[in-house]
């Protein structure tokens, strides 16, 4: 199943609300949560209060993308605040095992997300063991830049171990995928798709249709083959 996870930090946050009510409407089934802190990486945007105060009227999937150092510090806040999903960094996590315990000890889905340059081997033992993993294909902390076509290669290479071994984990992708990339992103093995400025931009609506349709498109498509 192919999936759309919009991400509001290229959301409009005069009109959020709105614009996340007008989200589910469509049927867009997962949010997607970028959590900064300044050190991981060199923007800051939100927090637990942010999605607390979000969760009150929102019944979509919180995909929360934990940029920060030393997340396992904050796993029962983020569960708290109403994460659904929980996504730490590789690289940022010094007992990665131990972290995946405990968000799942919580009743969450775990995930694990790899910037451009982390190879997979450093994560490979842990795969059976997680919902998703998230392949980042641009350096995480800033919007709006342009995919790195060497991790489409890491989405391949994903998609073909977990092929080989029957794993469950989703592939979700986050960085410069648009109208050019989006067809690549699906092809390689992806199946959670992550957009940001790519839908808020100008008439967010019509993006989001445009998109759901391409994800639509892409499955059935692969069926008739």
């Not at 800051?44 to 999605?51: K, T």
């Not at 648009?178 to 839908?199: E, K, P, Q, R, Y």
Request: aromatic fraction near 8%; glycine fraction near 6%; include cysteine.
């Amino acid at each position: 199943m192919n999936i759309l996870s919009p991400s509001i930090l290229s959301a409009d946050f005069k009109n959020l609300s709105s614009q996340l009510k007008i989200l589910e409407e469509l049927g867009v089934a997962y949010l997607h949560i970028d959590v900064m802190d300044g050190m991981f990486v060199p923007s800051i945007s939100f927090g637990m209060p942010v999605i607390k105060s979000i969760r009150e009227d929102c019944n979509m999937i919180f995909d929360v993308h934990l940029m920060i150092e030393n997340p396992e510090r904050y796993i029962d806040d983020f569960v708290n605040s109403g994460a659904d999903i929980i996504v730490v960094h590789a690289e940022a996590v010094k007992h990665l095992d131990s972290t995946i315990n405990k968000i799942k000890s919580c009743g969450k889905q775990c995930g694990i997300a790899i910037c451009p340059a982390t190879p997979i081997n450093n994560i490979i033992h842990l795969l059976p063991f997680i919902d998703m993993v998230l392949v980042m294909s641009v350096n995480p902390g800033f919007g709006g830049q342009k995919m790195i076509p060497y991790t489409l290669d890491k989405i391949r290479h994903l998609r073909k171990i977990k092929d080989e071994n029957s794993f469950k984990y989703d592939i979700e992708v986050d960085g410069g995928i648009n109208a050019d990339t989006i067809t690549d992103v699906l092809d390689a093995g992806a199946n959670i798709i992550v957009m940001g400025s790519a839908i808020f931009k100008e008439n967010f609506e019509e993006n989001t249709k445009k998109y759901l349709e391409v994800l639509k498109m892409h499955i059935y498509e692969n069926n008739m083959e």
